[in-house]
């Protein structure tokens, strides 16, 4: 049987060359920086110290797709039960628009950063935005239309029985 304090374990193994050799040995300085990696040595202070402007962007721009995400998340189409109406029309005529309002604040930050990338005045962020919003507008317009002329329809569809009814009575 062996001795417990001599048989080598998986710790071991796996830390090797992470501790000094000895129990009470000592690295130097630059010994024990060069055996660190190079993302966990030290690097000298400069007079800036402060991240680049382009993580500083791309980091709000990382927010604002996350923050696309959690909106995406809460918005749902309604569920469809039984026959589809007008009603049913207008109410997801209603989740495109709050959907295509959304997907557009994050687009106009993504055109933003982009104009912000670019050489001066290569990007109109304002006609963007305005593109956008018509774009947007005319989808919920021709859904709202659609729906119209789905209530005119059913309207036409229950008045028939009545309007066949009235001229079976007045052929009498």
């Known amino acids: 049987m062996a001795e417990i304090g001599t048989t080598p374990n998986r710790i071991t193994f796996a830390s090797a060359g992470a501790l000094p050799p000895k129990a009470g040995a000592r690295l130097s300085a630059g010994a024990q920086a060069s055996a660190r990696p190079e993302w966990l040595r030290p690097r000298p202070v ?9 993580l500083c962007r791309q980091s709000d721009l990382q927010l604002a797709r996350f923050d696309l ?12 039960v039984g026959n589809f ?10 989740y495109v628009d709050e959907l295509l309002a959304t997907v557009g604040e994050f687009v106009n930050a993504v055109v933003a950063d982009t104009a912000y990338e670019a050489p001066c005045g290569a990007i109109e962020t304002d006609y963007v935005a305005k593109l956008l919003r018509n ?23 229950r008045a028939k029985p009545y309007a066949l009814v009235m001229a079976m009575e007045t052929a009498r």
């Not at 959690?70 to 569920?79: A, D, S, T, Y």
């Not at 109406?85 to 997801?92: S, V």
């Open 135 to 157: 774009t947007a507008s005319h989808v919920v317009a021709h859904i709202g239309r659609r729906a119209d002329a789905m209530e005119d329809e059913e309207r036409e569809e």
């Open 85 to 94: 109406d007008a009603t049913d029309l207008r109410e997801r005529a209603e």
């Open 69 to 80: 995400m959690m909106k995406l998340l809460g918005l749902k189409p309604n569920r469809i």
């Open 46 to 54: 400069t007079e800036t110290t402060s991240p680049p402007p382009q």
